[in-house]
């Protein structure tokens, strides 16, 4: 009896360890990260290198982030790319909360970071935009390669597979 | 019937099911040339196959040596005024050599901040920064590690690149 008693706690054990939370956990950490799909959405010349890295020689569909979304309710993915000017960060912030939970967000670019070229003497540019949303993944560059955007994707990529979720 | 260039169109294209075959044996020609040849693919497979870039890609910065060892900068704070992002960041202290005035005890580029412009390389007169090591940032989930000491930067030199710059100035 005893021993029926101890191989149900192992079991109990084993499927608590193999079976339930961390599988899951695991599984649809693996299914976010390979399906991340970008908002169609690029402010000014990082945007020109974001469309090269989603062109067929980078081609960032190998990371699964190759299907932009042209509704922010479909996207988990949001590539700031370009100077965000103050009138701009309204609807970056307002497109950033119509997207639907998890999202992600890529700042790309120093402009995008904290002004760049503009910092000194912008008068009408945001000093960087995780004043408005919370960024994920810094890639610095004026513009970044589109290497560079591609190690920010494996990046974030890294980042979700190891959040723990609640 | 006529074609829009206004021809007029053979039977084989009228009866269109022909046309239609054709055309996927187009595409089906290019796959299996891109499945045999992969040569053919404009993609490159980048973390596992890397391209060199241009040798006037300008990347991370480095300090540049004297042929004696020093460093050659002498903390004239050209490169930080000329900086349009103003990301570099010099303390200087008094220099060993009595012929020369300054060197820095701190020389941080903060690479968030920093466009890439190569106004600093521009702005040098003692050729002691260089843009020339073809590297891009790695990016980074927080903003801490972006800040590049004196000791990063003079140790930052490319293995096919030499440290010592013999420029006179």
Not at chain 2, 89 to 103: R, T, V
Request: include cysteine; charge should be neutral.
């Amino acid at each position: 009896m005893e021993i029926l008693f101890s191989m149900a706690e192992d079991f109990i054990a084993w499927g608590r360890d193999h079976l339930l939370p961390d599988k899951a956990v695991e599984l649809a950490q693996w299914a976010r990260l390979s399906s991340l799909w970008p908002l169609t959405f690029g402010l000014a010349c990082c945007a020109i290198e974001m469309m090269a890295t989603g062109a067929s020689r980078y081609d960032w569909d190998r990371f699964g982030a190759g299907v932009p979304r042209a509704s922010p309710r479909q996207a988990d993915l949001m590539v700031v790319a370009g100077t965000v000017t103050l009138k701009m960060a309204e609807r970056v912030k307002l497109l950033h909360e119509q997207m639907a939970d998890p999202k992600y967000v890529i700042a790309m670019g120093s402009c995008v970071i904290n002004g760049g070229p503009y910092e000194k003497h912008g008068y009408h540019v945001l000093k960087g935009v995780d004043l408005v949303i919370p960024v994920d993944v810094y890639v610095p560059g004026c513009p970044p390669r589109p290497e560079a955007l591609l190690e920010g994707i494996l990046k974030l990529q890294d980042k979700i597979r190891g959040r723990k979720i609640a | 019937m006529q074609s829009q260039a206004g021809r007029k169109l053979r039977l084989s294209e009228r009866v269109y099911i022909l046309e239609v075959l054709r055309g996927l044996g187009v595409t089906a020609r290019h796959f299996i040339e891109n499945i045999l040849f992969r040569k053919s693919i404009a993609t490159f497979q980048y973390p596992e196959e890397k391209v060199p870039f241009p040798p006037t890609f300008r990347g991370e910065h480095r300090l540049m040596f004297r042929e004696d060892g020093s460093i050659r900068c002498t903390a004239c704070m050209l490169c930080a005024t000329a900086c349009p992002s103003e990301c570099i960041y010099i303390e200087a202290k008094e220099s060993p050599d009595p012929k020369i005035e300054k060197c820095p005890v701190r020389y941080e580029i903060d690479m968030l901040k920093c466009v890439f412009c190569g106004f600093c390389v521009e702005a040098c007169p003692c050729d002691a920064i260089r843009m020339d090591t073809g590297k891009f940032p790695l990016p980074e989930t927080g903003r801490q590690s972006f800040v590049k000491d004196i000791n990063y930067l003079t140790n930052n030199h490319p293995s096919d690149k030499s440290k010592i710059s013999s420029a006179i100035y």
